[in-house]
DNA sequence: CGCAACCTTGCCGTTTACGTGAAAGTACGG
DNA sequence: CCGTACTTTCACGTAAACGGCAAGGTTGCG
């Protein structure tokens, strides 16, 4: 860890330039701009010559982004939406400090609670879907072990019978919907 | 359900024109005809005139291809992946005819199984991940939630405190990795 | 057999999500 | 102050995943 040469004197709160918060991340400078341009995310500043720097949130904030597109699969126009939520949370919490009226607040917080609940009915939808999928996989692995087995024993005791084979029926899997 | 006019007949085996088979999945025929270009899968059938026609377990496998592409957010590069283990398999099943000798079956029975563990580790894998989102999520909210009552004490029984509000440490998610 | 509705194979267009320079500025060790 | 590596903003190029259209063949009721 030394401080070769282009790093921004690693001291304090440590603002990355985009080519080292993009590889923290796992992407692309490309990538990163292009997110920006997406409305994804705002660098954290700017340096003197307009250099992009990012801080531990921007970084999150990222990571964030990859697990929506890699893990979840959304597109980068589902993700903004989601993001939108998240912008719309941190206007909240402005709107929130704002006003002292329980009301308004109360109103705050349950809009809020509410995305929460969207984001997460989203995401145990896919993870539903994808289950499904993994038990109808599992359900023929069951049956390719159990066949295995019973050649095993014919096999180690002999002749069992020469039926043909009881193949699972030649359906794909199932794949919920 | 009246035979309007296009339908073929409606009887027996009932082959589907791609159309029919395309609208029970919830594609386009285009999607049908460009899956088909990509090699993930060939009609069961082509009419006299060359009319694709497509079997029960052609829809199956088209069920199977959209789950993996919008619940999985596979690729079409991956589900041909996949799909090439599912050839294989069909292969194995016909080899598996083709001998009778307990060790070469034995082969093919634990080759389909270890892809179908395979099948099972990326799906879980991508499950483990979105769950981990879930989770972050829930915890997010699960902390709105606890304002949420709070507010409500506090509007029920009087001026609490004006403590500048302890909102959550404004990280998006964490979203694994 | 007539014709509307569907199908075929091209082939070009489009959107998404970047990759890849080009041209010019910036940061910084030496 | 210099050189080099990194950065900036255009701008064009590309692979993936289709949409849409054209030109022509097929199905099948009437």
């Known amino acids: 860890m030394t401080v070769e040469k282009g790093t921004p004197s690693g001291v304090q709160t440590s603002l990355l330039r985009i080519q080292e918060a993009a590889a923290e991340v796992g992407l692309t400078p490309r990538s990163v701009r292009y997110y920006e341009e997406l409305g994804l995310l705002k660098p954290a500043a700017r340096s003197e010559g307009d250099y992009r720097l990012y801080d531990e949130t921007d970084v999150e904030r990222l990571k964030f982004i990859k697990g929506l597109r890699d893990d979840a699969g959304f597109s980068l126009g589902e993700i903004a939406q989601l993001l939108e939520d998240e ?5 909240g919490h402005a709107a929130y400090h704002a006003t002292t009226d329980p009301a308004a607040r109360l109103q705050i917080l349950t809009d809020r609670a509410a995305r929460y609940r969207h984001q997460i009915e989203m995401l145990r939808g896919k993870i539903e879907r994808l289950q499904a999928m993994v038990d109808d996989a599992e359900a023929r692995l069951g049956r390719t072990n159990g066949k295995i087995e019973a050649l095993g024993a014919e096999t180690g ?7 043909d084979l009881p193949d699972v029926p030649s359906r794909p899997l199932e794949a919920a919907r």
């Open 87 to 91: 912008a719309a949370r941190e206007r």
């Open 157 to 163: 005791e002999g002749p069992a019978s020469t039926t």
